[in-house]
């Protein structure tokens, strides 16, 4: 069954140092998503992507974020100068578009969890 | 504002029987609503969507209600197993918006043997 997968599962990064979170979504997808999830809280949306540019972003999404297709596969977050706060689970999602241009419901890879030290 | 709310409190019930877990909104207008299933450390999992103008979904021993009234949906799941245990997040799409889910904060289920 396909699946949007993300690496790395894991990643710890000293504050101020800059992180690539990579996610590979569903090979027909056409919209993709970054979301976070501080521990014990709810799942936050970033931003979703589409046609190669962002679509939304929430206002967490400030300047410190920024997202990426490098190529026809891969989708990345980038965050810089990582702070504290930034330690969170990190989901890539992925949804289809329908005929007449409705989304499908989003597929979610497993996560990267964020530490910053 | 805009709010979803889940029971922050665990549901415990009894193998074999309906675990039934709520989703409230306000000040929504959704087009949709999505459960998901969530497990420690991992990423949410589809389970159903209901549209505006549906009233019930079922899906195996899952069935979920939406009512644009009272603005809840109900998750039921029947004849439960302790696998079901995990947290299920309810999630809004709205209508002439972007369509983008918004998750509330999850309810745990727990099932017990």
């Known amino acids: 069954e396909p699946e949007v997968t993300q690496t790395p599962s894991h990643q710890v990064t000293q504050m101020g140092q800059e992180v690539i979170l990579r996610c590979v979504p569903i090979?027909?997808?056409?919209?993709f998503y970054w979301y976070r999830q501080i521990l014990g809280q709810k799942v936050e949306f970033l931003v979703s992507?589409?046609?190669?540019?962002?679509?939304?972003k929430s206002e967490i999404f400030d300047d410190q974020f920024s997202v990426e297709r490098p190529d026809g596969s891969n989708f990345t977050l980038k965050i810089r100068s990582t702070k504290l706060e930034d330690s969170a689970m990190y989901f890539c999602a992925s949804s289809e578009v329908r005929t007449g241009g409705a989304r499908t419901e989003a597929f979610f890879g497993q996560g990267t969890r964020l530490t910053v030290v | 504002s805009q709010k979803i709310e889940q029971n922050s409190e665990a549901l415990n019930i009894q193998e074999g029987k309906t675990a039934t877990l709520t989703c409230n909104y306000t000040?929504?207008?959704?087009?949709?609503l999505q459960w998901y299933r969530q497990d420690p450390g991992r990423g949410p999992v589809f389970l159903l969507l209901i549209r505006e103008n549906e009233k019930e979904k079922r899906k195996e021993r899952l069935k979920v209600t939406f009512d644009t009234t009272l603005k809840q949906s109900l998750f039921h799941i029947t004849a439960s197993q302790p696998a079901d245990s995990a947290t299920y997040l309810c999630a809004l799409g709205e209508s002439g918006g972007s369509y983008i889910p918004t998750f509330g904060r999850g309810t745990s289920l727990i099932v017990h043997p």
């Open positions: 000040n929504y207008s959704p087009a949709y």
């Open positions: 992507f589409y046609n190669n540019e962002i679509s939304e």
């Open positions: 090979s027909n997808h056409l919209y």
